[in-house]
């Protein structure tokens, strides 16, 4: 059985997150827990979901604190010194939710999702009935925007006459980054801040396509610094600029990691993000002192504990990203987009602008295509692409830890890396000639997929 993918359980509530599921996860994960706190953002399904998750864990004899709705960091917040539970789809559609589990503010990691996978199927029975455990309500969110503002402080300059148009997108960004805006002194504007699981407002993920209204407000307000985009449940964040053209989410890591990295007193600070992410960051981290480690997609609470563990007593996590997702990790372990939208505005401000903040980065034109791929040829093609793609790029500096990245010595990088849920082969691409290396790159993937099949 595999429940989880790169973030959580996640699909339809009629075929794979239904209440028997939750029931069943609820009681696996609560074996190894004394006190659960469980959220869920605003989608329709999420109250009965939330209720059979808190059923199994309490039949498991764990005690659980309900949280009611809650923006996803909020609940990994919540988290910490105990274990906690997000029923969430993300940014998927209405008709989808899922499960992700935290330890500590920090999602499961593959052998604690292993262990659910197993105990899941093999159906462990509940513990003996005065043996269940408790619940009780608690309040969170308060003391989470309290947290950010708190920690944002730290970071930039204040706010004051700051102008920043946030969509919250009908998610439970509505209950967070507008309040912590405000609290930092930030005129803000606000489009789609109630929540409704319906999205009536636009599609959940935040894309430039789906933020079009995001970005015709903002380029029509003469007054506006900034616009943020957030997802269903506020771990995603996307920038725009003043004239509401949405920013490349690895310039926006480049910004946040270099900062970051020229904050720190560390001799060794690290910066943890993905193979598909941008040389544009490993440039900005090393002029300011530090170097980049990189992590398989989905797993960046993975790659900073390998990160520390590998590194000496002189060595810091000071940051870790993939596109669209950013943990903070002075301030906790989990991925967080309001805490990002803090930061950001107020590095924006400190620097009278997003324009100095993005001049020093360097934006080679980015790609990223699709090749069909089935998926039971997958292992082969890949396999095969270890051999061809340094044969195709002798140059070149190949990696294949997690898929086959190749750097050519201009700064130039191409990544093949097998979907996880679609019958593909990704390529990704970043070069001043980009097309020319889709093109090779795309003829390499063929190929090889023809040669498996």
């Not at 009611?68 to 990994?76: D, F, R």
């Not at 005129?187 to 109630?194: D, R, S, Y």
């Not at 307000?221 to 003043?242: E, K, W």
């Not at 201009?410 to 390529?427: A, C, K, Q």
Request: hydrophobic share 40%; aromatic share 4%.
């Amino acid at each position: 059985m595999t429940l989880f993918g790169t973030a959580g359980i996640r699909g339809s509530v009629v075929e794979t997150v239904t209440p028997e599921l939750a029931l069943a996860v609820g009681r696996a994960a609560g074996r190894d827990g004394t006190e659960f706190v469980v959220a869920r953002d605003g989608r329709q399904t999420g109250t009965a979901l939330a209720a059979a998750m808190e059923a199994g864990l309490e039949s498991a004899g764990t005690d659980v604190r309900r949280a009611g709705q809650l923006p996803t960091p909020a609940l990994a917040f919540a988290s910490r010194g105990r274990r906690g539970v997000m029923v969430t789809a993300s940014h998927n559609p209405p008709t989808d939710n899922g499960i992700k589990l935290f330890v500590d503010g920090e999602e499961f990691d593959r052998d604690a999702e292993q262990a659910i996978d197993s105990r899941v199927e093999t159906d462990d029975p509940p513990v003996a009935w005065d043996e269940w455990g408790d619940s009780e309500r608690v309040s969170v969110l308060e003391d989470y925007r309290d947290a950010v503002v708190g920690y944002a402080q730290e970071q930039g300059a204040p706010l004051d006459g700051l102008r920043v148009v946030v969509d919250c997108g009908n998610g439970m960004a509505a209950v967070a980054t507008p309040q912590v805006l405000r609290a930092l002194g930030a005129e803000v504007v606000t489009l789609n801040a109630n929540v409704d699981g319906h999205f009536p407002g636009r599609e959940s993920k935040p894309t430039p396509e789906t933020l079009e209204d995001l970005r015709n407000f903002v380029e029509s307000d003469p007054d506006a610094d900034l616009g943020i985009g957030h997802d269903g449940d506020a771990d995603r964040i996307v920038v725009l600029d003043g004239a509401g053209e949405v920013v490349h989410e690895d310039t926006v890591v480049a910004v946040l990691a270099e900062h970051y990295t020229d904050g720190s007193d560390a001799d060794d600070p690290v910066v943890v993000t993905t193979p598909n992410a941008s040389g544009r960051i490993d440039e900005r981290v090393e002029t300011a002192g530090g170097r980049v480690e990189r992590v398989r997609l989905g797993a960046l609470h993975e790659g900073i504990a390998a990160a520390r563990d590998a590194g000496s007593e002189d060595t810091e996590v000071v940051f870790a990203a993939e596109p669209w997702k950013h943990v903070h990790t002075q301030f906790g372990g989990w991925i967080d987009g309001v805490t990002s939208a803090a930061v950001i505005s107020r590095l924006v401000a400190d620097a009278g602008g997003l324009a100095p903040l993005r001049e020093p980065v360097t934006e080679r034109p980015y790609r990223k295509v699709s090749v069909s791929c089935p998926d039971d040829a997958k292992s082969g093609v890949m396999g095969r692409l270890e051999t061809t793609v340094p044969e195709r790029f002798p140059d070149a500096e190949v990696a294949t830890e997690y898929g086959v990245r190749a750097t050519l010595p201009d700064g130039s990088w191409v990544l093949v890396r097998p979907s996880g849920t679609e019958p593909y082969v990704r390529i990704y691409a970043e070069s001043d000639d980009v097309d020319a290396l889709v093109a090779t790159a795309s003829e390499v993937v063929k190929n090889a997929v023809g040669e498996v099949q």
